[in-house]
Nanobody, 122 residues
Framework: VQLQASGGGLVQAGDSLSLSCAAS????????MAWFRQAPGKGREFVAQ????????HYADSVKGRFTISRDNAKNTVYLQMDSLKPEDTAVYYC????????????????WGQGTLVTVSS
Protein backbone atom coordinates (compact mmCIF):
# COMPACT_ATOMS: atom_id res chain seq x y z
CA VAL A 1 0.00 0.00 0.00
CA GLN A 2 1.21 3.53 -0.78
CA LEU A 3 0.56 6.33 1.71
CA GLN A 4 0.51 10.05 0.93
CA ALA A 5 0.33 12.44 3.87
CA SER A 6 -0.65 16.07 3.57
CA GLY A 7 -1.84 19.03 5.62
CA GLY A 8 1.27 20.11 7.48
CA GLY A 9 2.25 23.72 7.89
CA LEU A 10 3.26 26.55 10.20
CA VAL A 11 0.82 27.53 12.93
CA GLN A 12 0.89 29.36 16.23
CA ALA A 13 0.54 27.78 19.65
CA GLY A 14 -3.11 27.12 20.42
CA ASP A 15 -4.09 26.77 16.78
CA SER A 16 -5.54 23.69 15.09
CA LEU A 17 -4.36 21.73 12.08
CA SER A 18 -5.71 18.69 10.27
CA LEU A 19 -3.54 16.08 8.59
CA SER A 20 -4.73 13.61 5.98
CA CYS A 21 -3.19 10.42 4.67
CA ALA A 22 -4.53 8.90 1.48
CA ALA A 23 -3.83 5.23 0.79
CA SER A 24 -3.69 3.42 -2.51
CA UNK A 25 -2.98 -0.14 -3.44
CA UNK A 26 -4.30 -2.97 -1.35
CA UNK A 27 -7.61 -2.75 0.46
CA UNK A 28 -7.29 0.06 2.98
CA UNK A 29 -9.75 -1.41 5.46
CA UNK A 30 -7.53 -4.41 6.27
CA UNK A 31 -4.92 -2.17 7.87
CA UNK A 32 -4.74 -0.62 11.27
CA MET A 33 -3.57 2.95 10.77
CA ALA A 34 -1.45 5.21 12.92
CA TRP A 35 0.37 8.50 13.09
CA PHE A 36 3.92 8.84 14.34
CA ARG A 37 6.10 11.94 14.58
CA GLN A 38 9.77 12.74 14.66
CA ALA A 39 11.06 15.97 16.13
CA PRO A 40 14.49 17.32 15.15
CA GLY A 41 17.23 15.26 16.76
CA LYS A 42 14.82 12.75 18.25
CA GLY A 43 13.52 9.31 17.41
CA ARG A 44 10.20 8.56 15.77
CA GLU A 45 7.44 8.31 18.36
CA PHE A 46 3.90 7.04 18.41
CA VAL A 47 1.11 9.61 18.35
CA ALA A 48 -2.21 7.85 17.69
CA GLN A 49 -3.68 4.72 16.16
CA UNK A 50 -7.05 3.46 14.96
CA UNK A 51 -7.95 -0.19 14.51
CA UNK A 52 -9.08 -1.84 11.30
CA UNK A 53 -12.68 -2.78 11.85
CA UNK A 54 -14.00 -1.38 15.10
CA UNK A 55 -12.32 2.00 14.78
CA UNK A 56 -11.04 1.87 18.33
CA UNK A 57 -8.46 4.54 19.04
CA HIS A 58 -5.41 4.89 21.24
CA TYR A 59 -3.28 7.96 21.91
CA ALA A 60 0.07 8.88 23.35
CA ASP A 61 -0.31 10.60 26.70
CA SER A 62 1.29 13.75 25.30
CA VAL A 63 -1.56 14.29 22.80
CA LYS A 64 -4.52 12.73 24.58
CA GLY A 65 -7.46 15.12 24.70
CA ARG A 66 -5.96 17.38 22.00
CA PHE A 67 -5.58 15.11 18.96
CA THR A 68 -8.22 12.96 17.28
CA ILE A 69 -7.54 10.20 14.79
CA SER A 70 -10.25 9.00 12.44
CA ARG A 71 -10.57 7.04 9.22
CA ASP A 72 -12.89 6.90 6.25
CA ASN A 73 -12.59 3.48 4.64
CA ALA A 74 -14.73 4.56 1.68
CA LYS A 75 -12.17 7.28 0.89
CA ASN A 76 -9.10 5.21 1.86
CA THR A 77 -8.04 8.04 4.13
CA VAL A 78 -6.96 8.46 7.73
CA TYR A 79 -7.03 11.84 9.46
CA LEU A 80 -5.38 13.47 12.43
CA GLN A 81 -7.14 16.48 13.87
CA MET A 82 -4.74 18.42 16.08
CA ASP A 83 -6.13 21.05 18.44
CA SER A 84 -4.48 23.24 21.07
CA LEU A 85 -1.14 22.78 19.40
CA LYS A 86 2.02 23.37 21.40
CA PRO A 87 5.57 24.18 20.27
CA GLU A 88 6.60 20.72 21.45
CA ASP A 89 4.27 19.24 18.82
CA THR A 90 6.68 20.50 16.15
CA ALA A 91 7.80 17.48 14.13
CA VAL A 92 7.53 15.63 10.87
CA TYR A 93 4.35 13.59 11.06
CA TYR A 94 4.18 10.20 9.38
CA CYS A 95 1.18 8.06 8.68
CA UNK A 96 1.63 4.32 8.96
CA UNK A 97 -0.22 1.15 8.09
CA UNK A 98 0.01 -2.19 9.78
CA UNK A 99 -1.44 -5.67 9.52
CA UNK A 100 -1.20 -5.81 13.30
CA UNK A 101 -4.22 -4.61 15.21
CA UNK A 102 -1.99 -2.74 17.65
CA UNK A 103 0.35 -0.14 16.17
CA UNK A 104 2.14 1.72 18.94
CA UNK A 105 5.75 1.16 17.97
CA UNK A 106 7.72 1.58 14.77
CA UNK A 107 8.38 -2.17 14.73
CA UNK A 108 4.62 -2.75 14.25
CA UNK A 109 4.53 -0.77 11.01
CA UNK A 110 4.44 -2.40 7.58
CA UNK A 111 4.16 0.76 5.46
CA TRP A 112 5.16 4.38 5.96
CA GLY A 113 4.03 7.56 4.30
CA GLN A 114 6.54 10.22 3.30
CA GLY A 115 5.90 12.60 6.20
CA THR A 116 4.52 16.11 6.49
CA LEU A 117 6.10 18.89 8.56
CA VAL A 118 4.17 20.58 11.33
CA THR A 119 5.77 23.64 12.92
CA VAL A 120 4.18 25.30 15.94
CA SER A 121 5.53 28.70 16.91
CA SER A 122 5.25 30.08 20.43
Amino acid sequence: VQLQASGGGLVQAGDSLSLSCAASGRTFSVYAMAWFRQAPGKGREFVAQITRYTGSTHYADSVKGRFTISRDNAKNTVYLQMDSLKPEDTAVYYCAASTNERVVHTSHVNYWGQGTLVTVSS
